[in-house]
T-cell receptor, first 115, second 117 residues
Framework: AQKVTQAQTEISVVEKEDVTLDCVYE???????LFWYKQPPSGELVFLIR??????QNEISGRYSWNFQKSTSSFNFTITASQVVDSAVYFC????????????FGEGTQLTVNP | GAVVSQHPSWVICKSGTSVKIECRSL??????MFWYRQFPKQSLMLMAT?????????EQGVEKDKFLINHASLTLSTLTVTSAHPEDSSFYIC?????????????FGPGTRLTVT
């Protein structure tokens, strides 16, 4: 069975602060994929990143960065110099390597960035 | 590429009526489509998985006679909520997966907000 835990239900920061969203996962598969999605108030899921289990390199994309550590089964997401537009619900998700496999979502973290 | 549309984006219906939601992959062939339901302040809950031309596989606790899923073509899947009740009010999201652009991705539709009065 697969499981994704996002322990932070809500986070509130002031603009320009850095913020890290935690994600811990459980799986028995040796090959799997991890994802982060952003869900703004409109509801549409926005894909942010996909990482496969064999690639532990950290990734940076603009103000976004991801830290993948297999040793602790964590895939944390950091937003540097947060902005009001970053306010949204962020979901971490996990799926098997098999094509067409289902996604297992975490409960999501509501991030509010205040001006 | 990999655009998924949903129609309607929102719908209000009366209790006891049925409502159909369409999910289309606009620029790729979706061999697998997924239907999710999301209640306010909650995560996405997978309702069912459908492969083109096959019956949908429903998750435990999801009534297949109430939530009818049809995946008749490689670009269209429909979810029909039959005899809708207020507790069916939710945000319904579909996603699609195919060999292109990537068999490892699920591409999400914008969602349909259903309100049953």
């Amino acid at each position: 069975a697969q499981k994704v835990t996002q322990a932070q239900t809500e986070i509130s920061v002031v603009e320009k602060e850095d913020v890290t969203l935690d994600c811990v996962y459980e799986t028995r598969d040796t090959t799997y994929y991890l994802f982060w999605y952003k869900q703004p108030p409109s509801g549409e899921l926005v894909f942010l990143i996909r990482r496969n289990s064999f690639d532990e390199q950290n990734e940076i994309s603009g103000r976004y960065s991801w830290n993948f550590q297999k040793s602790t089964s964590s895939f944390n997401f950091t937003i540097t110099a947060s902005q009001v537009v970053d306010s949204a619900v962020y979901f971490c998700a996990l799926r098997k390597e098999t094509s067409g496999s289902r996604l297992t979502f975490g409960e999501g973290t509501q991030l509010t960035v205040n001006p | 590429g990999a655009v998924v549309s949903q129609h309607p984006s929102w719908v209000i219906c009366k209790s006891g009526t049925s409502v159909k939601i369409e999910c289309r992959s606009l620029d790729f062939q979706a061999t697998t489509m997924f239907w999710y339901r999301q209640f306010p302040k909650q995560s996405l809950m997978l309702m069912a998985t459908s492969n083109e031309g096959s019956k949908a596989t429903y998750e435990q606790g999801v009534e297949k006679d109430k939530f009818l899923i049809n995946h008749a073509s490689l670009t269209l899947s429909t979810l029909t909520v039959t005899s809708a009740h207020p507790e069916d009010s939710s945000f319904y999201i579909c996603s699609a997966s195919g060999r292109w652009p990537s068999s490892y991705e699920q591409y999400f539709g914008p969602g349909t907000r259903l309100t049953v009065t």
